[in-house]
């Protein structure tokens, strides 16, 4: 039997493309851009969260990108314990979630304009 907090590693259901990544850049602006920054912009409200949210563009800081997909996938559907982190898994479908997975995973690649303007669109 599984204790808790163990999961089941999961792959991706589709690959990336510019759609995939748009959108995830849709769901991370809505949703996760204020915690975490963008790749242009620092977040103020996550510096302040005990422990601070991670700023997660930042290409030396960012271990989100060197993680196992099925791990962030967790992160974000069932959230991180301890941290002001919530729980995903009943506001997004598991398609969008996936997406924001795949966006980050490829944080430190170059990615395409439409996906930055999307983020970095006020």
Excluded at 1 to 19: I, L, N, Q, Y
Excluded at 36 to 52: C, E, L, T, V, Y
Excluded at 55 to 81: C, E, F, M, S
Excluded at 87 to 93: D, I, K, Q, R
Aim: proline fraction near 8%; glycine fraction near 8%; aromatic fraction near 6%.
């Amino acid at each position: 039997p599984k204790t808790a907090g163990e999961h089941v590693r999961r792959t991706p259901p589709f690959g990336t493309s510019e759609d995939v990544f748009e959108g995830g850049a849709h769901v991370y602006k809505a949703r996760c851009a204020n915690c975490h920054g963008s790749p242009k912009r620092d977040a103020a409200f996550g510096r302040q969260m005990i422990p601070a949210a991670a700023q997660l563009w930042r290409h030396d800081r960012n271990t989100v990108t060197a993680a196992d997909p099925g791990d962030v996938y967790v992160k974000i559907a069932k959230g991180v314990p301890g941290s002001g982190m919530p729980a995903y898994a009943h506001t997004l479908s598991d398609t969008e979630i996936w997406q924001v997975t795949l966006l980050l995973k490829n944080a430190d690649k170059e990615l395409p304009d439409p996906v930055i303007n999307i983020l970095e669109t006020k």
